[in-house]
């Protein structure tokens, strides 16, 4: 039976406003408002008005279609799996607009529990991934993923991490002396992407940024074909600017 809208009584239109927000949740993929009213029984000129207070209120969000998903406040709200999945997935999104955005491979990573973990991987038939020929975590020291997770760690974080993991040469390129590794990190500036020039894998070049959420070290990075390292600094640098998006969602 279709719900009579009562727009004046504010018990009815929080009912309205869980009837619409199920109905946004179970499309992961977004919802048009047609089909919300058909789903819920709301004639759409009250939903319109529904969906436009949902919305300022960052319960759900209207994407390029058209089409209704769920919002950041939204999110909020959720625990344990099902918060962590729908975070994921926005994540994802994020990810995959940055990667279309620079024309690269786009990688977030963690420092979790003194290894180098690279949690999610944006990349496609055009903007392939780097070959993992050796595990990152054993190579911190050679790609620009690892080296701006251990340049946001104190020395005896970093002393830690290589007396784990030995610095192998990897390349022709690959800084090998310890010495020279901390030095180098040392001086990295935090606005500074953070560059592999073939040091991990020869044909591949590499910039990273960090991401500091919370008390964890963690980072955004690109990777690029050799016959593309003329587009590194400007690709690293648009990466800069967008990671606000990311930090936000890793902060939620």
Not at 12 to 40: F, M, P
Not at 94 to 108: I, N, P
């Amino acid at each position: 039976m279709a719900l009579k809208p009562e727009p004046t009584a504010p018990f009815h239109s929080v009912q309205y406003a869980l009837r619409v927000l199920e109905s946004v949740s179970k499309h992961g993929d977004g919802v048009t408002d047609a089909q919300i009213s058909r789903e819920t029984g709301l004639p759409t000129g009250h939903l319109a008005s529904l969906l436009l207070t949902l919305r300022r209120e960052g319960y759900v969000e209207q994407v390029s279609d058209g089409a209704y998903v769920i919002g950041a406040s939204l999110l909020l709200l959720g625990s344990g799996a099902a918060r962590r999945r729908a975070l994921e997935e926005r994540l994802q999104v994020t990810l995959s607009e940055l990667r279309d955005s620079v024309g690269a491979a786009v990688y977030l990573s963690r420092y979790v529990d003194g290894e180098v973990s690279v949690t999610q991987v944006a990349d496609g038939p055009l903007t392939p991934a780097v070959n993992e020929w050796v595990d990152f975590r054993s190579s911190a020291h050679a790609s620009a993923v690892g080296k701006c997770l251990l340049a946001q760690l104190d020395h005896d974080g970093r002393r830690d991490h290589i007396s784990r993991h030995r610095t192998a040469r990897l390349t022709s390129r690959t800084i090998t002396d310890e010495k020279i590794l901390f030095s180098q990190l040392d001086a990295q500036s935090a606005t500074v992407p953070v560059l592999d020039l073939q040091e991990y894998a020869v044909g591949t070049v590499c910039a990273a940024v960090p991401l500091t959420a919370g008390s964890a070290a963690g980072c955004l990075a690109l990777s690029l074909p050799i016959e593309d390292a003329h587009r590194l600094r400007s690709a690293a640098e648009t990466l800069s600017r967008r990671a606000a998006p990311v930090l936000l969602s890793l902060a939620l």
